[in-house]
């Protein structure tokens, strides 16, 4: 069946450290892919998406490439800051009328000082 | 714009009581959709809603939990009677459409429910 796995956690690193999420992907057709962030206190909100395969997605220094033939759509930063310290979660969509969004199991990521 | 309103933030019951959350979408949104996040997991669709009508609520634990949108709006989860194991922060969001292929949801702050 349709499924999202995402790395082990919890990652700390130190500011300005280079960051990668791995999440990878189970499903048939082409899914439409998400990275979806959580801060502290705060409700999940979309971060970055791609729709098809090679599609890049980016916002805030994130970017993500959709990778068809890995089933992947890892998470990276060049240059982390304390304010990127959150709960990351990796989620997908297949194709189809009223299909639902699948989450991961999230990561938290903690940037030290 | 608003964002989607969700209340109480937080809630303890004892199990078997009841409790109810509320929602309150974003404007225009048509769909809106439940999902319970237990610690240290992803969110878990419960329940989704296409205007005043149900999509789908496969993962909906009915003998315990119900759902309703009247008017297609505002909405209302309730447990009855509730479990331990329903203590989680439930999350209420809400799309306009789909967009560009990608159906963008937009999350409420959660309710956090703790059940002793």
């Known amino acids: ?113 | 714009e608003a964002g989607v309103a969700q209340s109480p933030r937080y809630k303890i019951i004892e199990k078997r009581q009841s409790v109810a959350f509320w929602c309150n979408p974003i404007s225009g949104h048509a769909t809106l959709y439940w999902y319970q996040q237990i610690l240290g997991q992803g969110p878990k669709l419960l329940i989704q809603f296409q205007n005043n009508g149900v999509v789908d609520d496969s993962q909906l634990p009915k003998d315990r939990f119900s759902a309703e949108r009247l008017k297609g709006v505002d909405s209302t989860l309730k447990i009855q009677p509730a479990k331990l194991e329903d203590s989680a922060v439930y999350l209420c969001a809400s799309s306009l459409d789909r967009v560009a292929g990608a159906n963008v949801l937009t999350f409420g702050a959660g309710s956090r429910l703790t059940v002793l």
């Not at chain 1, 796995?5 to 999420?21: C, D, H, K, N, R």
């Not at chain 1, 395969?53 to 980016?58: L, P, V």
Request: glycine share 10%.
């Open chain 1, 1 to 113: 069946g349709n499924s999202v796995t995402q790395m082990e956690g919890p990652v700390t690193l130190s500011e300005e450290a280079f960051l990668t999420i791995n999440c990878t992907y189970t499903a048939t057709g082409y899914p439409s892919l998400f990275w979806y962030v959580q801060y502290p206190g705060e409700g999940l909100q979309l971060l970055l998406k791609a729709t098809k395969a090679d599609d890049k997605g980016s916002n805030k220094g994130f970017e993500a490439t959709y990778r068809k033939e890995t089933t992947s759509f890892h998470l990276e930063k060049g240059s982390v800051q304390v304010s990127d310290s959150a709960v990351y979660f990796c989620a997908f969509e297949p194709t189809g009328a009223n299909s639902k969004l699948t989450f991961g199991k999230g990561i938290t990521l903690s940037v030290r000082p």
